[in-house]
Nanobody, 127 residues
Framework: QVQLVESGGGLVQAGGSLRLSCAAS???????????MGWFRQAPGKEREFLAG????????YYADSVKGRFTITRDNNKNTAYLQMNSLKPEDTSVYFC?????????????????WGQGTQVTVSS
């Protein structure tokens, strides 16, 4: 079983920045660099929305159009941690943000593609 814990959420003014972290842990045979990592968000009453993904070795990333150019996903396999740098935040970015891990290698954007999820961290952007 893989455990994912997000951190770094909070309250920020429009135009500001936040960096979210996703720390992964698991049993001794678990290797973080075998998992593709993704970030999603979910606002009240809405479906969970894909934001960004990064493949196992970190050399390729992909984004939803809604965040392309503003958000950047990275990972540090030595620290078992994935990150989401969020710049130029807007009030409509207000949501609970989740990280997720997948054992697959394709560039998945559906929630069903991912095997493990964190508990989420709240991001609130004030106008």
């Amino acid at each position: 079983q893989v455990q994912l814990v997000e951190s770094g959420g909070g309250l920020v003014q429009a135009g500001g920045s936040l960096r979210l972290s996703c720390a992964a842990s698991g049993p001794t045979f678990y290797t973080f660099n075998t998992y593709l990592m993704g970030w999603f968000r979910q606002a009240p009453g809405k479906e969970r929305e894909f934001l960004a993904g990064i493949i196992q070795n970190g050399r390729s990333t992909y984004y939803a159009d809604s965040v392309k150019g503003r958000f950047t996903i990275t990972r540090d396999n030595n620290k078992n941690t994935a990150y989401l740098q969020m710049n130029s935040l807007k009030p409509e970015d207000t949501s609970v943000y989740f990280c997720a891990a997948s054992r697959l290698s394709d560039r998945g954007i559906k929630t069903s593609f991912y095997d493990y999820w964190g508990q989420g961290t709240q991001v609130t952007v004030s106008s």
